[in-house]
T-cell receptor, first 118, second 114 residues
Framework: AQTVTQSQPEMSVQEAETVTLSCTYDTSESDYYLFWYKQPPSRQMILVIRQEAYKQQNATENRFSVNFQKAAKSFSLKISDSQLGDAAMYFCAYRSANYGGSQGNLIFGKGTKLSVKP | EAQVTQNPRYLITVTGKKLTVTCSQNMNHEYMSWYRQDPGLGLRQIYYSMNVEVTDKGDVPEGYKVSRKEKRNFPLILESPSPNQTSLYFC?????????????FGSGTRLTVV
């Protein structure tokens, strides 16, 4: 079974600085998708960025980018020019590329709480 | 607007009193799922449904029931709630099981069982 590990329960960053959140996963599959979700105090789950395992190029969405290392099974999130609105819980998640049954379920890490200091 | 609607947003109930949390999506998604979120444990899947009349257990199904009689609705039923079911619950949907599509989440239901 696949697992997702976020080793940093809490992180802190100064406004306008850069922070990297870590995520590792375990799988025997070669084709899958990885996601980062943001959960602000409003508790809404918001998709931040996603990565296809068969693409070597790291995904980028404005100030958010990932460092995807397939061999190391690592998927870190970098937030550049941090803003107060980035303060939230961040979840890393894994989803198989196989359709059907429990293989299609989204598997979450335990989350990293990010604080942004003004 | 494409969305997953979950109700109620907050609920306080007593042990043993049956309750239902409703979930509805307007995107014609085949796949729907329920998660509970607890501090330090992340999101854990309770049940999921791949289509109408097709449901299956997730990682923590004990004490919960679901049904999928219509494609848009996927209610979560707690027939005899207990205090250990106090949690934040999320309903989510996806175009299909697996693949590039992530989930669209509802706004969450904060349940307290006393």
């Amino acid at each position: 079974a696949q697992t997702v590990t976020q080793s940093q329960p809490e992180m802190s960053v100064q406004e306008a600085e850069t922070v990297t959140l870590s995520c590792t996963y375990d799988t025997s599959e070669s084709d899958y998708y990885l996601f980062w979700y943001k959960q602000p105090p409003s508790r809404q789950m918001i998709l931040v960025i996603r990565q296809e395992a068969y693409k070597q190029q790291n995904a980028t969405e404005n100030r958010f980018s990932v460092n995807f290392q397939k061999a190391a099974k690592s998927f870190s999130l970098k937030i550049s020019d941090s803003q107060l609105g980035d303060a939230a819980m961040y979840f890393c998640a894994y989803r198989s590329a196989n359709y059907g049954g429990s293989q299609g379920n989204l598997i979450f890490g335990k989350g990293t709480k990010l604080s942004v200091k003004p | 607007e494409a969305q997953v609607t979950q109700n109620p947003r907050y609920l306080i109930t007593v042990t043993g009193k049956k309750l239902t949390v409703t979930c509805s999506q307007n995107m014609n998604h085949e796949y729907m799922s329920w998660y509970r979120q607890d501090p330090g444990l992340g999101l854990r899947q309770i049940y999921y449904s791949m289509n109408v009349e097709v449901t299956d257990k997730g990682d923590v199904p004990e004490g919960y029931k679901v049904s999928r009689k219509e494609k848009r609705n996927f209610p979560l039923i707690l027939e005899s709630p207990s205090p250990n079911q106090t949690s934040l619950y999320f309903c989510a949907s996806s175009l299909s099981s697996g693949g590039w599509n992530g989930y669209t989440f509802g706004s969450g239901t904060r349940l307290t069982v006393v």
